[in-house]
């Protein structure tokens, strides 16, 4: 649910006010190992835990491995940390192929089970990107999910203009919450992304996290959240993007930077 000051309460945890959330992405094969990497999260590391479907094996093929897992890591979590699924696309750095027919097939499935009231995801992330994503995002929070609309670039990072485009296109769409990952090549693009997030972020009326991925982007990764990002991500074991650093690092960074504020 997302107040009228643009923040989102999502079980535990809120977006959009404070130091930036923690969220950390469970990079596994198989249904026992998630649900195993989700029991062995040391309490407090994660304030949102990401699943990524796209690891899982079959699950392009087949959306039941998908929702089976969702259940299984969501009664894996504690009951105040949100759960979010994530079924990233080979174009924009996912796991294995998927079709957009496939793709669409994954996210539908979850959203059925939010719908028919099973044990599921709290949020689910959909691609900018996809081929109906107004639809997708429509049905998926008429279920009670919270949506996160995503465009990766693992390429390049474009202007300014372009991403502040992007996150604003998400929010057309629907987003509940609004992301950008970008991959920079100096610098510049760092400092790109970092005005891009402000400038959105000034007057946003919901959440937005970006990320400059790589060696370079660790910066946005720490800092992000002085220019309006509200989230970001940490790895517990497999990372799940290039440059994402140990959450325990991670949380003793952020409690520098603000504590310091």
């Known amino acids: 649910m997302t107040t009228s000051d643009g923040v989102l309460r ?44 796209d690891h899982l094996t079959g699950s392009a093929l087949d959306p039941a491995v998908a929702r089976a ?13 949100p759960l979010l699924a994530t079924f990233r696309s080979a174009r ?29 995801a709290d949020a689910i992330d959909v691609e900018l990107a996809t ?6 995002v ?17 390429a390049a990072t474009p202007p300014v203009d372009e991403i502040v485009g992007l996150l604003r296109r998400q929010r057309d769409v629907g987003a509940d919450v609004c ?18 997030t402000r400038a959105f972020a000034r007057d946003a009326d919901r959440p937005v996290v970006t ?24 790895s517990a074991g497999s990372a799940s993007a290039p440059g994402q650093v140990d959450v325990a690092r991670l949380r003793a960074a952020l409690a520098l930077l603000h504590d310091a504020r």
């Open 10 to 53: 999502l079980r535990g945890t809120t977006l959009g006010a404070g130091t930036p959330r923690v969220c950390v992405p469970i990079v596994a094969a198989t249904l026992q190992a998630a649900a195993a990497a989700a029991e062995a999260l040391p309490d407090g590391a994660a304030d949102v835990v990401e699943l990524r479907l």
């Open 69 to 81: 897992a969702v259940a299984a890591v969501r009664a894996a979590l504690p009951a105040t940390v």
């Open 92 to 120: 924009e750095g996912g796991a294995q192929a998927a079709d957009d027919a496939a793709y669409t097939a994954v996210v539908e499935a979850v959203t059925a089970d939010a719908r028919d009231g099973a044990v599921t």
């Open 131 to 136: 081929p109906g994503v107004a639809g997708l």
């Open 138 to 154: 429509s049905r998926a929070r008429a279920a009670g999910l919270v949506v996160v609309v995503s465009h990766h670039d693992f």
């Open 179 to 196: 992301k950008v990952a970008v991959m920079p090549h100096d610098p510049d693009d760092v400092l790109a992304l970092l005005t891009a």
């Open 211 to 234: 990320v400059a991925m790589g060696a370079l982007g660790v910066v946005s990764r720490l800092a992000g959240g002085v220019f309006g990002s509200a989230m970001t991500f940490a």
